[in-house]
């Protein structure tokens, strides 16, 4: 069993996830407040390391009443535990879980280093990290992992890396997005799925449109993945 993910961003028309100089101001108040009601549904929000380094995000309940105390846990995947120790999603608002590599491209020595350092904050007994894979976080290996801790359902909050590695392993379930009426151009602007890229038509995931509506300047679009997608791309 693995965890069902939804996959929200906030986007512009040309599916850029930030400018160039990372002005991510995309959704409306309202918009946020929607994903906010997500992250209160789901048991976890799952970020890559390099959302962490550029927006230092709380990743908690914030734009709507926090009921019971009780945030979602806190995901980042970072493969050589780059997270600075000052980061907002360290603090002790929620249970954080840092997912990185048994071996990666960083030496062992410096990474043990990494790892006393993110322990002391372990006292805290709000962080927790844990293993899969080598060179990078094997997703897959994670959702087990995470399963097992008694995480269903995860929001994923990109960026686009890291939305490529899950879109590539079809580990998404649903996709929630806000298109805003924007262009921000650039191709060294963070996209919405970034990465390698489907090769081909037959390799590309295929989704289901749910439901669409306005909200704030935009509109939102909701969609199913289709599971059985090489059977769908071959037709
Ligand atoms: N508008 C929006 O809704 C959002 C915008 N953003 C923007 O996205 C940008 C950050 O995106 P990225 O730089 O792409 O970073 P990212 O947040 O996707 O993190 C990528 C990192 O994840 C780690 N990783 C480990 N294992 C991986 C695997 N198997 N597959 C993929 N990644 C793996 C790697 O260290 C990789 O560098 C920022 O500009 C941020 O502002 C991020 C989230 C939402
Ligand atoms: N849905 C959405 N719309 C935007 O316009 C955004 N810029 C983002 N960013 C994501 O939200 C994180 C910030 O979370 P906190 O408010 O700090 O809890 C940011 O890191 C992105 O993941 N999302």
Request: include cysteine; glycine fraction near 8%; proline fraction near 3%.
């Amino acid at each position: 069993m693995k965890p069902y993910v939804i996959s929200n961003v906030g986007m512009t028309l040309d599916g850029k996830l930030s400018t160039v100089e990372n002005d991510t101001r995309i959704s409306g108040e309202n918009d946020l407040k929607r994903v906010h009601q997500i992250r209160k549904d789901v048991d976890a929000i799952m970020v890559g390391i390099g959302t962490v380094l550029k927006d230092n995000p709380k990743l908690t309940i914030h734009k709507i009443p926090l009921e019971n105390n009780k945030n979602p846990v806190r995901i980042v995947v970072d493969s050589n535990l780059r997270i600075p120790l000052d980061s907002r999603v360290l603090n002790e608002d929620a249970k954080t879980v840092i997912a990185t590599t048994e071996y990666g491209s960083l030496e062992q020595s410096e990474k043990i280093k990494r790892i006393e350092k993110i322990k002391e904050l372990e006292s805290i007994e709000n962080v927790e990290i844990i293993y899969s894979g080598n060179l990078k976080v094997d997703l897959e290996l994670l959702m087990g992992k995470l399963s097992k801790m008694d995480i269903k359902s995860i929001l994923l909050e990109g960026g686009g890396t890291l939305n490529w590695g899950m879109f590539e392993k079809n580990l998404v379930d649903e996709v929630r997005v806000y298109v805003a009426p924007k262009i921000f151009g650039g191709s060294n602007a963070p996209t919405y799925v970034d990465g390698d890229g489907f090769k081909t038509l037959e390799d590309c995931v295929n989704l289901e449109l749910i439901d669409y509506y306005q909200m704030d300047e935009g509109i939102v679009l909701e969609y199913f993945i289709k599971k059985d997608n090489n059977q769908e791309n071959q037709e």
